[in-house]
C-alpha cells in the first residue's frame, strides 16, 4: 500500500509565476489536509477537502491560493502570483473517513526566487 | 484561541541521557498525537493517545496524556543520537478533522 504521494518535491518559481503541487492520497483515504510549514517552525493548517468537496479551506489566504480534489486524480493546491513570502514546505495528509489520525506526504518544497 | 505549546522548543543532550518534551493544550480534545520530523523530511506519526491516562512505548520512546491537566509528555529514555528530530504533538481542534500544531521541540543528541 503506497504511502501519500506528492510531486514534485521541489519547486523552484520566478516571482509571479504560479506553482501547482500535487497530492495523491493513500489508498482508502477519502480525505485530504494540505499544510504549510516555514523553517524551524511548525505546521499551519490550510485546507481540509473530500472528493469535489472543499470542507474548510480556514487557513488558506484569501488571495492566489486555491484547492481542489477531484474526482479523479490528486488533489492540487495552487498558487498563482507566487511571491518569495510562499517559500516553504507544503506537506500534504490523508485520512480515511471518519479517522482523525493524518498520514503524511514526503512535502513539496517551493522555493520563490 | 486555540493553543498547543510544547517546551522546551530546542533540546540538546548526551547519549544516554533521559529528558522529557511536555506539551499543554488549551482545547478539551481527548485525542493527541505526537509526530517525527527529521531534517527535510516528512512527519511520521509516532503516537496516538487517545484517552485520560492513555500511556504508550515504542522502544526509548514513551508518551502519556492526561486530559484533566490538558498535558502530554514525551519521555526519552537512555537517548540515543538516532533520535535527533523534531518532535511535534497535535490535538483535535474544533472540527474533529483539523490537528491544532506544537511548535515543535527540536532533540538534537550529542554521541
Known amino acids: 500500500n503506497a504511502g501519500v504521494m506528492q510531486n514534485p518535491r521541489h519547486l523552484v518559481r520566478r516571482r509571479g509565476q504560479e506553482a501547482r503541487l500535487r497530492c495523491s492520497p493513500m489508498?482508502?483515504?477519502?480525505?485530504v489536509y494540505w499544510y504549510r510549514q516555514l523553517p524551524e517552525e511548525g505546521l499551519k493548517f490550510m485546507v481540509y477537502?473530500?472528493?469535489?468537496?472543499?470542507?474548510?479551506e480556514s487557513g488558506m489566504p484569501k488571495e492566489r491560493f486555491s484547492a481542489e480534489f477531484p474526482k479523479e486524480g490528486p488533489s492540487i493546491l495552487r498558487i498563482q502570483q507566487v511571491v518569495r513570502g510562499d517559500s516553504a514546505a507544503y506537506f500534504c495528509?490523508?485520512?480515511?473517513?471518519?479517522?482523525?489520525?493524518?498520514?503524511f506526504g514526503p512535502g513539496t518544497r517551493l522555493t520563490v526566487t | 484561541e486555540l493553543k498547543v505549546e510544547q517546551n522546551p522548543l530546542f533540546l540538546s543532550m548526551q547519549e544516554g541521557k533521559n529528558y522529557t518534551i511536555y506539551c499543554n493544550y488549551s482545547?478539551?480534545?481527548?485525542?493527541l498525537y505526537w509526530y517525527r520530523q527529521d531534517p527535510g523530511k516528512s512527519l511520521e506519526s509516532l503516537f496516538v493517545?487517545?484517552?485520560n491516562g492513555a500511556v504508550k512505548q515504542e522502544g526509548r520512546l514513551m508518551a502519556s496524556l492526561d486530559t484533566k491537566a490538558r498535558l502530554s509528555t514525551l519521555h526519552i529514555t537512555a537517548a540515543v543520537h538516532d533520535l535527533s528530530a523534531t518532535y511535534f504533538c497535535?490535538?483535535?481542534?474544533?472540527?474533529?478533522?483539523?490537528?491544532?500544531w506544537g511548535a515543535g521541540t527540536k532533540l538534537i543528541i550529542k554521541p
Open positions: 495528509a490523508s485520512s480515511p473517513a471518519g479517522a482523525s489520525e493524518q498520514y
Open positions: 489508498k482508502g483515504h477519502s480525505h
Open positions: 477537502l473530500q472528493k469535489e468537496n472543499i470542507i474548510d
Open positions: 482545547t478539551t480534545s481527548d485525542r
Open positions: 493517545l487517545l484517552s
Open positions: 497535535a490535538v483535535d481542534g474544533d472540527s474533529n478533522y483539523q490537528l491544532i
